[in-house]
């Protein structure tokens, strides 16, 4: 590469290899003939170039989080302190844990009500409030929660394990925040008395 071209990015205070691989950059951006990148169709005279595939959305698979600013989303566990100044109205309940041991989600509802649901969740050590179109009944097999700046969509993914009057089903939690990012979260979703 001339020297007459390096010189004055290197007086930028650019190091001569970066300088370079600026400059080839360039030169390979130039020399494309359409301005298309070299693996898109290309048009012939008896067919016009098919639109390119758009890339598949990604799907946040439990435990990672995709997308957003680059933050991880963490949903903490609700302690008894969090659910009794929470202080939600409603009859009956449901919850979503991931493990034996307490919620990371709690909605309550009112039975054959179009009131919605209200429920919190603990993000990051911030107990929020959500809510779900439906009342109770609503959030039986699917539900989807929002909340300032935050999506959450439970699915029910399979039948009950156990018996009983509210057994827990195996289910997926997808949180999504307003900046893009999202993150799923298996475990259990109950509700009942």
Same mark, same amino acid.
């Given at each position: #590469?001339?020297?007459?071209?390096?010189?004055?990015?290197?007086?930028?205070?650019?190091?001569?290899?970066?300088?370079?691989?600026? /400059?080839?950059?360039?030169?390979?951006?130039?020399?494309?003939?359409?301005?298309?990148?070299?693996?898109?169709?290309?048009?012939?005279?008896?067919?016009?170039?098919?639109?390119?595939?758009?890339?598949?959305?990604?799907?946040?698979?439990?435990?990672?989080?995709?997308?957003?600013?680059?933050?991880?989303?963490?949903?903490? +566990?609700?302690?008894?302190?969090?659910?009794?100044?929470?202080? /939600?109205?409603?009859?009956?309940?449901?919850?979503?844990?991931?493990?034996?041991?307490?919620?990371? /989600?709690?909605? #309550?509802?009112?039975?054959?009500?179009?009131?919605?649901?209200?429920?919190?969740?603990?993000?990051?050590?911030?107990?929020?409030?959500?809510?779900?179109?439906?009342?109770?009944?609503? #959030?039986?097999?699917?539900?989807?929660? +929002?909340?300032?700046?935050?999506?959450?969509?439970?699915?029910?993914?399979?039948?009950?394990?156990?018996?009983?009057?509210?057994?827990?089903?195996?289910?997926?939690?997808?949180?999504?925040?307003?900046?893009?990012?999202?993150?799923?979260?298996?475990?259990?979703?109950?509700?009942?008395?």
């Amino acid at each position: #590469m001339p020297r007459s071209v390096v010189a004055p990015l290197r007086s930028r205070g650019l190091p001569a290899t970066i300088a370079i691989a600026v /400059l080839a950059s360039a030169l390979l951006a130039g020399c494309s003939q359409s301005g298309q990148p070299a693996d898109a169709p290309v048009a012939t005279e008896d067919a016009p170039a098919p639109a390119p595939a758009p890339a598949p959305a990604p799907e946040a698979a439990a435990g990672d989080t995709i997308g957003g600013d680059g933050s991880q989303i963490q949903l903490d +566990t609700l302690t008894e302190s969090d659910l009794r100044e929470a202080a /939600l109205p409603g009859e009956l309940a449901c919850s979503f844990s991931t493990g034996d041991g307490p919620p990371i /989600l709690l909605a #309550m509802g009112i039975v054959g009500a179009d009131e919605p649901a209200q429920g919190v969740v603990k993000v990051s050590g911030y107990v929020e409030r959500i809510r779900a179109p439906g009342g109770f009944d609503g #959030m039986l097999d699917a539900a989807t929660f +929002t909340g300032q700046g935050k999506t959450i969509a439970i699915r029910v993914t399979g039948p009950a394990a156990a018996g009983g009057e509210s057994p827990p089903r195996p289910a997926t939690l997808t949180y999504q925040r307003a900046d893009g990012a999202s993150r799923g979260f298996d475990g259990q979703w109950q509700c009942g008395p």
